[in-house]
């Protein structure tokens, strides 16, 4: 994915404001602090979107991402699961009490509707892909139950997903036109999986899907 935000190019005093504005813009409403001064600052971020899905990917030195209590309460924001996949590096996830360490190949989800921390003391090498909650058509507690969790190596779903997911966040031939239609629907259909096998709840990922038919249906 090309980037359309290099912080190189941006001179030190504006770099905060101009990474935030982007990230509000394109993500979603966060604080951002940066680990080192303003000069030292390098931030790499790349956007597109798959049908109703967007994808961030990121390459920065050392940052914290809190998604406050206020902001999570936002009610001009559509509630989104966010999936967030660690290319290289470690990286640390916290929400609703739960906290998780994510190594390469490995990813969590975690939802804009309750606060949260990302931490990326090493740097930052990350894909976030943003999910419209209703998309998902998952129960609360399934959603909460699997966020913050490590997913990876222990699921074989997730490893088939991890491949996927960051294959479509850094093609960017299917983020446009004939095949960013054709892959939206499988890549709901594989997160759903993911979180619905994770908690050995398999027929979950029917049954949402089945009665919000008549909805889904709706808004097509």
Not at 12 to 34: G, K, L, N
Not at 55 to 76: G, K
Request: glycine share 6%; proline share 7%; with cysteine.
């Amino acid at each position: 994915m090309s980037p359309v935000l290099d912080t190189a190019y941006v001179p030190p005093r504006d770099r905060e404001e101009v990474v935030r504005h982007a990230v509000w813009e394109s993500v979603v409403a966060v604080d951002i602090d940066h680990g080192p001064p303003a000069e030292d600052m390098s931030v790499r971020i790349g956007l597109g979107t798959v049908g109703p899905l967007r994808i961030c990917s990121a390459r920065a030195t050392a940052v914290t991402i809190h998604r406050t209590s206020r902001q999570a309460r936002r009610d001009d924001e559509e509630p989104a699961v966010f999936l967030g996949l660690q290319v290289s590096g470690t990286s640390l996830v916290v929400q609703r009490g739960r906290e998780c360490v994510l190594r390469a190949g490995e990813f969590a989800v975690y939802e804009s509707i309750a606060p949260y921390t990302l931490l990326f003391d090493e740097g930052v090498d990350h894909h976030f892909l943003r999910f419209p909650r209703s998309a998902l058509a998952l129960p609360d507690r399934l959603l909460r139950d699997t966020g913050a969790l490590a997913l990876g190596p222990g699921n074989p779903v997730a490893r088939i997903a991890f491949d996927y997911f960051d294959r479509l966040a850094t093609d960017d031939a299917l983020h446009q036109g004939a095949p960013a239609e054709a892959v939206v629907e499988p890549s709901v259909e594989l997160l759903r999986a993911v979180l619905t096998s994770q908690q050995g709840e398999t027929g979950r990922a029917r049954e949402p899907m089945e009665a919000t038919l008549s909805l889904r249906i709706t808004r097509y």
